[in-house]
């Protein structure tokens, strides 16, 4: 975790017996920033941190779902517990923390031009042979906010995730996304494809 970081993650929380220094270790602290703030190597090493938290996390949930309660009841996890994992592990890290792709079930996953173009990279290095696991791509972007580190690791389509976006998918499960996503594009995929990819930001 950078310094900056800290100062705004933990700062808030610091105590009347504290404030009276706190002005001081602010001031060393951010003389010493620009030594120790980190790089775009060292904030993709977080990204990558955070992309493992993500994908363990949801992964075991779905897992799990489609075990005990079938894909019907694993699409929740999908509708419900991956944006919650998204927004929690956001607000605990301060980084902007989503999914997307070029074919999204869900609309608000659409990629913005930055993500599309990282997306479609990535189809073109796959055809090329390169592995997904090896994939990621990372940049610094100026923005009227500032400038935005942003960070994008593609997501293989494994066998488990043809139930829901293969092309084969029960009559059941697929009335159901029909349902929750008129607009779905995320189907008709195969065993090695790029589902699509988790894209992180963080304002410098
Ligand atoms: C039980 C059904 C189900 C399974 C199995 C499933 N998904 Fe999904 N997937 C969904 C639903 C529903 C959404 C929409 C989530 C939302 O509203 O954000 C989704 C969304 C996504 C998205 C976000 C982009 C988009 O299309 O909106 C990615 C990426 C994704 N899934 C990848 C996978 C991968 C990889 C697997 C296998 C490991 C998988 N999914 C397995 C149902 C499923």
């Known amino acids: 975790?950078?310094?900056?970081?800290?100062?705004?993650?933990h700062g808030r929380r610091r105590s009347r017996l504290l404030s009276g220094i706190f002005p001081v270790i602010l001031l060393c602290l951010a003389m010493a920033a620009p030594l120790s703030a980190g790089g775009p190597d060292h904030r993709a090493e977080t990204a990558r941190g955070?992309?493992?938290?993500?994908?363990?996390?949801?992964?075991?949930k779905l897992k799990t779902a489609l075990g005990e309660g079938g894909a019907v009841e694993a699409i929740r996890v999908c509708n419900v517990v991956a944006p919650d994992i998204a927004d929690r592990l956001?607000?605990?890290h301060d980084w902007h923390i989503a999914r997307t792709?070029?074919?999204p079930r869900n609309t608000d996953n659409a990629p913005d031009d930055w993500?599309?173009?990282v997306l479609r990279d990535f189809d073109e290095r796959l055809r090329n042979g390169e592995a997904i696991k090896d994939m990621e791509?990372?940049?610094?972007v100026a923005t009227e906010d500032g400038t935005l580190f942003r960070y994008m690791k593609?997501?293989?389509t494994q066998g488990l995730c043809l139930t829901c976006h293969g092309s084969d998918i029960d009559p059941v499960v697929q009335s159901?996304?029909?349902r929750l996503y008129p607009d779905d594009r995320a189907t008709g995929y195969r065993m090695g494809d790029i589902r699509g990819a988790f894209t992180l930001s963080r304002l410098h």
């Not at 791509?137 to 610094?140: D, H, R, S």
């Open 90 to 92: 956001s607000t605990e």
């Open 50 to 60: 955070l992309v493992k938290t993500f994908a363990g996390e949801l992964g075991m």
């Open 1 to 9: 975790m950078s310094v900056i970081n800290f100062i705004t993650v």
């Open 176 to 178: 159901e996304i029909s």
């Open 137 to 140: 791509y990372f940049a610094e």
């Open 101 to 103: 792709s070029l074919q």
């Open 154 to 156: 593609p997501i293989p």
């Open 115 to 117: 993500e599309a173009a």
